[in-house]
Nanobody, 119 residues
C-alpha cells in the first residue's frame, strides 16, 4: 500500500510562485511514474505535469514554461514548482503515482492541496 501526501498549497498573488511537494511511502518510488493533476469546481480533473521513472517530463499546454515537475528518489518525493501563477491556476492539486512493476498497474492518489491565485 502506497500513501501520497501533498503539501505546499496556499494563497498567492498573480505572478507569484509556489512549490508543491508529494511525499510517498514506497520503497520502490524510483520505479513509479508520477504526475500532478488539478481540479477546479465544476471542472474535470486534468493532467498538469508528469514525470516517468526515467525522468522524462510532460506538461499541459496551459502551464508550459511556467511549471516544472521534478523528483528526488532519495527522498521519495515529487515536486511541482509553479511560477508566474495565474488566477486560472486556482484548483485542488493532486499527486498521482502509477506502479507498473507488478502483474497489473496500480494507481495511487494523494488527498489534494488547495492552490488559490488571487489579488
Amino acid at each position: 500500500q502506497v500513501q501520497l501526501v501533498e503539501s505546499g498549497g496556499g494563497l498567492v498573488q498573480p505572478g507569484g510562485s509556489l512549490r508543491l511537494s508529494c511525499a510517498a511511502s514506497a520503497s520502490i518510488f524510483s520505479r513509479y511514474a508520477m504526475g500532478w493533476y488539478r481540479q477546479a469546481p465544476g471542472k474535470e480533473r486534468e493532467l498538469v505535469a508528469s514525470i516517468t521513472s526515467g525522468g522524462s517530463t510532460n506538461y499541459a499546454d496551459s502551464v508550459k514554461g511556467r511549471f516544472t515537475i521534478s523528483r528526488d528518489n532519495a527522498k521519495n518525493t515529487v515536486y511541482l514548482q509553479m511560477n508566474s501563477l495565474k488566477p486560472e491556476d486556482t484548483a485542488v492539486y493532486y499527486c498521482k503515482a502509477v506502479d507498473n512493476s507488478g502483474l497489473r498497474s496500480r494507481v495511487y492518489w494523494g488527498q489534494g492541496t488547495q492552490v488559490t491565485v488571487s489579488s
